[in-house]
């Protein structure tokens, strides 16, 4: 995973506009000998420092090896315990004194590892049932100190504190407990107060301190105490992490709190929380945006974190995905998705070429592309299955930017593989986790429920039992089930939108007119003369009845759509006139 690398001017003495700096390869072990009433070890080891110190110019790298801090002392206080005797030893065996709290602390001590229980630092027990165990002078002044500066040296030595130059700290899993349906006590007690603490001091301090907030990086703890610690660069990017972490942690609590804990009566009324917040991890750079002058780059959510979703999409062959791939991809995903059967859809542009459900992914795929074969050239596709040796047969021959699907199966990779160009991903998980959709507006965003297939109860327009017979005889078993098909295949059409289908797959689709009539003579123009017997989905209603006169004139012998039209009637009367079956759904199912 990538993360962003902070660049910056480097840090300077407030005084004397110079940047103070350790010498290269001093000794930095800690003295252990005996003490005087006057003098403890601490207080000789900050006065040893205080000397030390040589002002040099300000260091234009970042990067230079004059900038590293060697580690001599870290805190370690962790709720993951992966990794963290490895990580002790490593740090014990480099010569470094570890200070730590409770649960870290033992886990360290029964490793047979010498460690500071934060208590005999501080002289003060942990209490509370360890709510406060660092919150503390002693362990704030060792973490803040600016080794950079006397005076803070002097002060350290006056109080008799020694600072800290690494922090390991993981914080209580507040969003896991929530997930897991956890009472709101229980929740309560899993929002950490003292490790955000430890982590944002030890970020803001970075010039003097290393923080480690994930375990994923002891590797890097491990070489950097090889090599006398960890660059100004590489603290810095430390930093930035540390603070991207409790920034996640602390919107995640706000959410909590806003969403349901407490809630404001528009909160409890609407749904929509008071505010709104949300984190993510940028996972690549792409070569460039919508179009080649637009820079852009894929960013991660939690879901994606967890390696499902398309943005945690595991590509097994290609090119790199590019921004519109991911667009497409995404509509296409989502589009196969809303049908139970083997389902696959081929995307270009956001809008549906071809979707169709089949008797096997190889079926889907041939009725799909055959919607509308000269559009799907370049296009995405997606299954709701695994793509199998007969599916990539098919396949292989068409100009295809992308094909995803749960899995693959062997020889079905190893032929897509053959086409360089081609880019395969497998997407865990299914969508529809989402509960809202956001879109940016100049100044703000938009927000709303996302439209979920079966989402309305009050109408149950998405379930065919519970749509209301307007015109024509009932449907027979087989109409039907084209109907229920081609309303569900709407949805994944951008409005205006009307989907013609016939035998499980889309046969013409209009999308994005301005007007539904012109989107009725598009359906008709791309189903030729497949639109004989075929049936239509309207995503919202027709405000009058031309264009549903469109769809009658040219063979449609059924239809469905939302109603709800002030001329409802008249196209009632119409489709009653031309003996063709009409149901409403009274759901509408706009995509913009």
Same mark, same amino acid.
């Given at each position: 995973m990538m993360r962003v690398a902070v660049t910056g001017v480097p840090e300077v003495d407030r005084t004397t506009?110079?940047?103070?700096?350790?010498?290269?390869?001093?000794?930095?072990?800690?003295?252990?000998?005996?003490?005087?009433?006057?003098?403890?070890?601490?207080?000789?080891?900050?006065?040893?420092?205080?000397?030390?110190?040589?002002?040099?110019?300000?260091?234009?790298?970042?990067?230079?090896?004059?900038t590293r801090r060697p580690l001599r002392r870290a805190l370690v206080s962790v709720y993951d315990k992966t990794g963290l005797t490895s990580l002790a030893s490593v740090l014990h065996q480099a010569g470094v004194e570890l200070v730590s709290t409770g649960s870290t602390a033992a886990t360290i001590a029964a490793a047979g590892i010498p460690v500071t229980r934060v208590e005999e630092l501080t002289g003060f027990p942990e209490c509370l049932d360890g709510r406060v165990k660092t919150l503390h002078p002693r362990v704030h002044a060792g973490i803040l100190a600016?080794?950079?500066?006397?005076?803070?040296?002097?002060?350290?030595?006056?109080?008799?504190?020694?600072?800290?130059?690494?922090?390991?700290?993981?914080?209580?899993?507040?969003?896991?407990?929530?997930?897991?349906?956890?009472?709101?006590?229980?929740?309560?007690?899993l929002i950490d107060i003292g490790g955000p603490s430890m982590v944002r001091a030890a970020a803001k301090n970075h010039p003097s301190v290393a923080v480690v907030v994930d375990p994923a990086r002891y590797g890097e703890v491990a070489a950097a105490a090889a090599v006398e610690g960890f660059t100004l660069a590489e603290r810095r990017r430390l930093a930035a992490d540390a603070f991207a972490h409790t920034a996640a942690y602390d919107v995640a609590v706000a959410s909590w709190f806003a969403s349901g804990y407490a809630a404001d009566d528009v909160a409890v009324e609407s749904g929509f929380p008071a505010v709104v917040g949300a984190t993510?991890?940028?996972?690549?750079?792409l070569r460039y945006g919508e179009n080649?002058?637009?820079?852009?780059?894929?960013?991660?959510?939690?879901?994606?974190?967890?390696?499902?979703g398309l943005a945690g999409a595991t590509q097994l062959h290609g090119k790199a995905m590019s921004y519109n791939?991911?667009?497409?991809?995404?509509? #296409?995903?989502?589009? =196969?998705? %809303?049908?139970?059967?083997?389902?696959?859809? /081929? *995307?270009?542009?956001?809008?549906?070429?071809?979707?169709?459900?089949?008797?096997?992914?190889?079926?889907?795929? #041939?009725?799909?592309? =055959?919607? %509308?074969?000269?559009?799907?050239?370049?296009? /995405? *596709?997606?299954?709701n299955g695994t793509v199998t040796l007969a599916a990539a047969g098919q396949i292989a021959p068409i100009f295809t930017e992308v094909v995803l699907a749960p899995a693959f199966e062997p020889a079905a990779l190893e032929l897509l593989s053959t086409k360089k160009n081609i880019r395969l991903l497998t997407v865990a998980g299914v969508p529809g986790s989402a509960r809202v959709e956001v879109r940016n507006i100049s100044g703000g965003l938009l927000m709303q429920q996302a439209d979920r297939i079966d989402a309305v109860t009050d109408t149950g327009g998405d379930d065919p039992s519970r749509w209301t017979l307007a015109a024509g005889e009932a449907a027979d078993d087989a109409t039907l089930a084209d109907l229920a098909f081609a309303w569900r295949a709407v949805r994944a059409v951008k409005s205006n939108a009307i989907l013609l289908a016939s035998g499980g797959a889309s046969v013409g689709v209009g999308m994005g007119q301005v007007n539904r009539v012109d989107s009725c003579r598009l359906a008709v123009q791309r189903a030729g003369d497949r639109v004989v017997g075929s049936v239509a989905a309207s995503d919202a209603f027709f405000p009058f009845a031309d264009g549903l006169q469109v769809l009658i004139d040219?063979?449609?012998?059924?239809?469905?759509?939302?109603?709800?039209?002030?001329?409802?009637?008249?196209?009632?009367?119409?489709?009653?006139?031309?003996?063709?079956?009409?149901?409403?759904?009274?759901?509408r199912h706009f995509a913009h």
């Amino acid at each position: 995973m990538m993360r962003v690398a902070v660049t910056g001017v480097p840090e300077v003495d407030r005084t004397t506009g110079e940047r103070p700096e350790f010498p290269a390869g001093a000794p930095f072990a800690w003295v252990l000998g005996s003490m005087t009433s006057h003098e403890t070890a601490t207080t000789r080891e900050v006065t040893r420092m205080s000397h030390e110190l040589s002002p040099l110019s300000p260091v234009a790298d970042p990067n230079a090896p004059e900038t590293r801090r060697p580690l001599r002392r870290a805190l370690v206080s962790v709720y993951d315990k992966t990794g963290l005797t490895s990580l002790a030893s490593v740090l014990h065996q480099a010569g470094v004194e570890l200070v730590s709290t409770g649960s870290t602390a033992a886990t360290i001590a029964a490793a047979g590892i010498p460690v500071t229980r934060v208590e005999e630092l501080t002289g003060f027990p942990e209490c509370l049932d360890g709510r406060v165990k660092t919150l503390h002078p002693r362990v704030h002044a060792g973490i803040l100190a600016d080794t950079r500066r006397p005076e803070h040296l002097a002060q350290l030595a006056e109080l008799d504190i020694a600072p800290f130059d690494l922090v390991v700290v993981n914080l209580y899993p507040f969003s896991a407990t929530v997930a897991s349906g956890a009472g709101p006590d229980e929740c309560v007690e899993l929002i950490d107060i003292g490790g955000p603490s430890m982590v944002r001091a030890a970020a803001k301090n970075h010039p003097s301190v290393a923080v480690v907030v994930d375990p994923a990086r002891y590797g890097e703890v491990a070489a950097a105490a090889a090599v006398e610690g960890f660059t100004l660069a590489e603290r810095r990017r430390l930093a930035a992490d540390a603070f991207a972490h409790t920034a996640a942690y602390d919107v995640a609590v706000a959410s909590w709190f806003a969403s349901g804990y407490a809630a404001d009566d528009v909160a409890v009324e609407s749904g929509f929380p008071a505010v709104v917040g949300a984190t993510w991890e940028r996972g690549t750079v792409l070569r460039y945006g919508e179009n080649p002058h637009q820079g852009a780059a894929l960013y991660l959510g939690a879901e994606g974190l967890a390696g499902e979703g398309l943005a945690g999409a595991t590509q097994l062959h290609g090119k790199a995905m590019s921004y519109n791939n991911y667009v497409d991809a995404d509509a #296409a995903w989502r589009a =196969a998705h %809303d049908h139970t059967g083997p389902t696959v859809a /081929v *995307i270009k542009h956001a809008n549906p070429c071809g979707i169709a459900v089949g008797t096997d992914i190889a079926d889907a795929h #041939a009725k799909a592309h =055959a919607c %509308d074969p000269v559009s799907a050239y370049g296009g /995405v *596709i997606a299954t709701n299955g695994t793509v199998t040796l007969a599916a990539a047969g098919q396949i292989a021959p068409i100009f295809t930017e992308v094909v995803l699907a749960p899995a693959f199966e062997p020889a079905a990779l190893e032929l897509l593989s053959t086409k360089k160009n081609i880019r395969l991903l497998t997407v865990a998980g299914v969508p529809g986790s989402a509960r809202v959709e956001v879109r940016n507006i100049s100044g703000g965003l938009l927000m709303q429920q996302a439209d979920r297939i079966d989402a309305v109860t009050d109408t149950g327009g998405d379930d065919p039992s519970r749509w209301t017979l307007a015109a024509g005889e009932a449907a027979d078993d087989a109409t039907l089930a084209d109907l229920a098909f081609a309303w569900r295949a709407v949805r994944a059409v951008k409005s205006n939108a009307i989907l013609l289908a016939s035998g499980g797959a889309s046969v013409g689709v209009g999308m994005g007119q301005v007007n539904r009539v012109d989107s009725c003579r598009l359906a008709v123009q791309r189903a030729g003369d497949r639109v004989v017997g075929s049936v239509a989905a309207s995503d919202a209603f027709f405000p009058f009845a031309d264009g549903l006169q469109v769809l009658i004139d040219a063979g449609v012998r059924a239809v469905v759509q939302p109603g709800g039209s002030i001329r409802d009637a008249d196209a009632i009367a119409a489709a009653q006139a031309a003996g063709v079956t009409m149901y409403l759904t009274g759901t509408r199912h706009f995509a913009h």
